[in-house]
């Protein structure tokens, strides 16, 4: 279908952004306008140049942004139109250019001592960049002189190369090539399709699928082991520029979250392993297999039990699976699906998945490709919960402090999603539904928890390999892929070669340290959801305050509000006791 065939309901309104692209280019030649900020250089000690200063940064912050958003959502619209990738270009050239002229505000600010900083952060004139300046004052000795940050800021499209090259093999070089059908035809493979096939019912077809998808990656493991390998050393020669003890420590103190975070993490997840391992087994029993794959993992142990709604009936169900919300989300639910939020259809090149988006000031976006199944129904809670949580933000807090950390970004969609899970399975009435749903539950753990803990691992042992100075070769990777995979999956699994090759083709590893927030997102959001229904009014009341506080301290000292302390064992313990209950709960009813 193409674009022009869609109902106007099921587009999302862009011309609230810019009305047209001539719109557009005056306010490109507008923003250009605002990226001299020399006159602020060497006058950073008085309170009102400071303030001069963020308002200048604001003005210019909140422009880059509009024309990058509006670029980059009619580029997904038609990934064919090249007219839409070369405005995207130059709206990043723009905020390459604001970076580096802007480079010179940390180090004159960490160059004062920390009673100037603490003064400065008193001061009412800059009331709402009191996080700012206290992370400012954590961060002092890992700033560098204005001459150097303003070329490591210069530096900033080399540092993206690597996951660009990675881009490019992987969404346009790639040959994936084409598997049997079993009916005397052929499918061509695509990242998409894959996936599909993975969750269908044919194991031959499964298998020769997944056999083929990796034998791509596998004739280019060398290539992409080089990748991989400059990537990493690119982490180890900023964190290093930066004086941090290592590439974690960089990451984690960007984002102001303990390292005990990280490591209540994997230490939980190891310690629940049997669980995962008695879940391959319940596979591997239900499934009737004698020996289990990895491309045995994504078929639904029921069959024939997808929510086949459509979009409208769908929207309805997301409203009343988080009636616990309260009235005033539910309200926002469907002011967003009625007032042009939403692109809703799959349409010739448009860019496939979802995701949510949006700038300060204006409403959140989001854009689905949606089909009538169980997966897309939780992707519209999913993505609209991003979007209440940017909604909330935005409403509650001033430019500097609304924009909220990418550690809390997962935390809000899954929580829709838990609590949707939970008022389908109180109220159907099917067995056959009920057991679907568990499993469903059980994947999305497995696949955001466990897994992406098991991604978080990796990561941390190569970047811990490259410090040490040892090589990232295609085999080295290879081999700690394969000892990560056998031990978070067990002996239920044959634990096929070719998986040895999958970190090869996961595109989160070139933002480094960022798969573990998936992780700690769905524990925090068990937390959550769990509490509202336990509690009720005064859990949603905690929840919503935390939806609100945007970026207005640490991310870990945020969720406390909502009840979750990320510095403790318990979330952890919760979020996989709740697996344990679901995986007795499924075992009870399957066998």
């Known amino acids: 279908m193409e674009r022009k065939e869609v109902e ?45 200063l963020f308002d200048a940064q604001e003005r210019a912050g909140r422009a880059l942004e509009r024309l990058y958003l509006y670029a980059h959502m009619k580029h997904d619209e038609d990934t064919r139109d090249g007219k839409y990738t070369a405005m995207q270009s130059r709206a990043m050239a723009l905020y390459v250019r604001y970076s580096a002229e802007t480079a010179f505000v940390e180090p004159e600010l960490s160059a004062l001592d920390e009673g100037e900083l603490r003064a400065l952060a008193a001061d009412p004139r800059l009331a709402p960049y009191g996080y700012y300046f206290r992370c400012l004052i954590r961060q002092k000795p890992h700033i560098l002189s204005a001459a150097e940050e303003r070329l490591l800021a210069a530096g ?36 998409g399709i894959y996936g599909e096939l993975l969750h269908g019912e044919d194991r031959a077809l499964r298998r020769r699928a997944f056999e083929r998808y990796y034998q791509a990656y596998i004739g280019l493991n060398n290539t992409l082991a080089a ?24 990451a984690l103190d960007g984002e102001d979250v303990p390292a005990c975070v990280y490591e209540n993490l994997i230490g939980a997840v190891h310690e629940h392993l049997p669980s995962m391992h008695r879940y391959m087994a319940l596979r591997k029993r239900a499934l009737g297999l004698d020996e289990m794959h990895m491309y045995d993992l994504y078929v639904p142990l029921v069959p024939d039990a997808e929510l086949k709604l459509g979009y409208e009936e769908a929207c309805d169900l997301v409203v009343k699976g988080l009636a616990p919300l309260g009235e005033e989300y539910g309200a ?23 995701y949510s988006t949006g700038v300060y000031g204006l409403h959140p976006y989001v854009l689905l490709n949606y089909r009538p199944t169980t997966h897309d129904v939780f992707t519209i809670a999913h993505e609209m919960g991003h979007s209440l949580h940017t909604w909330y933000s935005n409403a509650a807090q001033p430019y500097p402090t609304a924009d909220y950390r990418i550690f809390v970004a997962e935390v809000a969609s899954t929580v829709n999603e838990v609590l949707l899970l939970r008022h389908i399975l109180a ?143 318990e979330p952890f313990e919760a979020a996989l006791r709740s697996f344990d209950e679901t995986l007795a709960a499924l075992e009870g009813m399957l066998f």
């Open 8 to 52: 106007a309901k099921y587009k999302w309104h862009t011309e609230d952004i810019f009305p047209s692209d001539e719109a557009w280019e005056l306010g490109y030649e507008k923003a250009g306008t605002y990226l001299d900020f020399s006159h602020f250089a060497g006058k950073l000690g008085d309170p009102s140049a400071v303030r001069a």
């Open 156 to 191: 900033g499209e080399v540092y993206g190369q690597f996951q660009n090259i990675f881009s490019m093999i992987d969404n346009a070089d790639i040959a994936l090539g084409e598997v049997d059908d079993g009916k005397g035809g052929t499918i061509a493979l695509t990242h």
């Open 227 to 250: 990748v991989y390998d400059g990537n990493v050393k690119k982490d180890v020669f900023l964190s290093r520029a930066r004086g941090y003890a290592s590439c974690l420590e960089g």
């Open 332 to 354: 926002l639910l469907r002011k967003g699906f009625a007032e042009g939020w939403v692109d809703v259809c799959e349409t010739a090149g448009k860019r496939s998945g979802a």
């Open 427 to 569: 109220q159907s009435e099917d067995a056959k539904t009920k057991k679907y749903l568990l499993n469903y539950f059980l994947d999305t753990v497995r696949t955001t928890l466990h897994r992406q803990t098991m991604f978080a691992e990796f990561e941390s042992r190569a970047h811990a390999m490259a410090e040490r100075g040892e090589a990232l070769t295609a085999d080295g990777l290879c081999s700690l892929y394969l000892e990560l995979n056998k031990q978070y999956y067990g002996g239920a699994v044959v634990h096929d070669e070719q998986i040895a090759y999958e970190w090869s083709r996961i595109p989160h590893f070139y933002t480094p340290f960022y798969v573990y927030k998936y992780a700690t997102g769905i524990v925090s959001a068990v937390a959550i959801a769990d509490r509202i229904l336990r509690e009720g009014e005064a859990a949603v009341r905690d929840y919503k305050a935390f939806l609100s506080s945007g970026g207005s301290d640490g991310p870990v000292e945020l969720l406390k509000i909502a009840g979750v302390d990320l510095t403790g064992k």
